[in-house]
């Protein structure tokens, strides 16, 4: 691809460092782009080597730039708008803008039948709604966007936890997400524990952000359980109840194992306790060129 390439950025998101995530970004619709939107490896190609009223596919494109788009297949994809509105402007949407679309059919039916059995209100028809699920688009995106606005019943566990064990593909991921649902401590631990019981998961991360109920008391419990102890990142933002633990007192207070990560909200009343980076003395040398 050849050409003054300044028409966007290229997006890495390290929130998790061991799953990095990727886009394209291009603003003031340059090349027809989605202004402040991601952009794929394909589109980004498709809109940048041929002219807007040109008609032109994959195949046209350069071997190169094919085999360079073909190499980032399997790597995570930055598909939220939200996601890079956040992180540029500060700004951080609510839960009924994160789904500011209309919900699938599959996801209404979902959510239709996950309302019978609150209706219903009995641990008997909940078991049998979530004996019944399977992993479909529209069965995760009901449960995310259920769990988003309202905080189910215990007699809804059954579903939460078969829920969650299909909408993370656990056999694929080493972080069980849980984060910005409103799940009470007593869920978040039947969940956990219920995904530490099965050998075929390899979970090393946890990240329980936004379920604000979650105290020490929630997280000693959980680092008790069997298999915790293969957990050693942990993150815990939008937890008011425990943002006053300093990060590295935080593994040592619930029981994880020497070593383990912490992320937290916590930021300390008495700054004197950061100690800034400083660089290293110079040797007089002159450094070499690159």
Same mark, same amino acid.
Request: proline share 6%; charged share 25%; hydrophobic share 35%.
């Given at each position: 691809?050849?050409?003054?390439?300044?028409?966007?950025?290229?997006?890495?998101?390290?929130?998790?460092?061991?799953?990095?995530?990727?886009?394209?970004?291009?603003?003031?619709?340059?090349?027809?782009?989605?202004?402040?939107?991601?952009?794929?490896?394909?589109?980004?190609?498709?809109?940048?080597?041929?002219?807007?009223?040109?008609?032109?596919?994959?195949?046209?494109?350069?071997?190169?730039?094919?085999?360079?788009?073909?190499?980032?297949?399997?790597?995570?994809?930055?598909?939220?708008?939200?996601?890079?509105?956040?992180?540029?402007?500060?700004?951080?949407?609510?839960?009924?803008?994160?789904?500011?679309?209309?919900?699938?059919?599959?996801?209404?039916?979902?959510?239709?039948?996950?309302?019978?059995?609150?209706?219903?209100?009995?641990?008997?028809?909940?078991?049998?709604?979530?004996?019944?699920?399977?992993?479909?688009?529209?069965?995760?995106?009901?449960?995310?966007?259920?769990?988003?606005?309202?905080?189910?019943?215990?007699?809804?566990?059954?579903?939460?936890?078969?829920?969650?064990?299909?909408?993370?593909?656990?056999?694929?991921?080493?972080?069980?997400?849980?984060?910005?649902?409103?799940? +009470?401590?007593?869920?978040?631990?039947?969940?956990?524990?219920?995904?530490?019981?099965?050998?075929?998961?390899?979970?090393?991360?946890?990240?329980?952000?936004?379920?604000?109920?979650?105290?020490?008391?929630?997280?000693?419990?959980?680092?008790?359980?069997?298999?915790?102890?293969?957990?050693?990142?942990?993150?815990?933002?939008?937890?008011?109840?425990?943002?006053?633990?300093?990060?590295?007192?935080?593994?040592?207070?619930?029981?994880?194992?020497?070593?383990?990560?912490?992320?937290?909200?916590?930021?300390?009343?008495?700054?004197?306790?950061?100690?800034?980076?400083?660089?290293?003395?110079? +040797?007089?040398?002159?450094?070499?060129?690159?």
């Amino acid at each position: 691809m050849s050409g003054d390439n300044n028409s966007g950025f290229t997006v890495i998101d390290v929130t998790n460092p061991f799953s990095p995530a990727y886009c394209f970004w291009g603003w003031n619709e340059d090349y027809g782009f989605p202004a402040g939107h991601p952009i794929d490896p394909e589109g980004y190609a498709l809109r940048y080597c041929a002219e807007l009223e040109e008609e032109t596919v994959f195949e046209d494109l350069e071997q190169a730039v094919q085999d360079a788009i073909l190499a980032l297949q399997g790597e995570r994809f930055i598909g939220s708008k939200h996601i890079l509105d956040e992180a540029w402007n500060n700004w951080c949407p609510t839960l009924d803008e994160m789904d500011d679309e209309a919900p699938s059919q599959d996801a209404k039916e979902f959510m239709k039948a996950l309302g019978a059995v609150t209706k219903a209100g009995n641990m008997e028809s909940a078991q049998q709604m979530a004996d019944a699920l399977s992993a479909t688009f529209g069965m995760v995106e009901g449960l995310r966007r259920t769990l988003r606005r309202k905080r189910l019943p215990k007699y809804c566990d059954p579903v939460i936890v078969k829920g969650f064990l299909i909408a993370q593909d656990l056999s694929q991921s080493n972080e069980l997400n849980l984060s910005w649902m409103r799940l +009470s401590p007593a869920q978040v631990l039947k969940v956990v524990r219920t995904v530490l019981q099965d050998d075929s998961f390899k979970i090393s991360s946890l990240d329980i952000s936004g379920n604000s109920d979650i105290t020490v008391g929630t997280l000693s419990d959980i680092f008790k359980l069997r298999s915790a102890s293969k957990i050693t990142r942990l993150y815990l933002f939008g937890c008011p109840k425990v943002e006053d633990v300093r990060r590295a007192d935080m593994p040592g207070r619930i029981g994880m194992e020497e070593g383990a990560e912490v992320y937290n909200s916590y930021f300390p009343e008495d700054l004197s306790e950061f100690r800034p980076w400083k660089p290293k003395l110079r +040797s007089g040398r002159p450094r070499p060129r690159v």
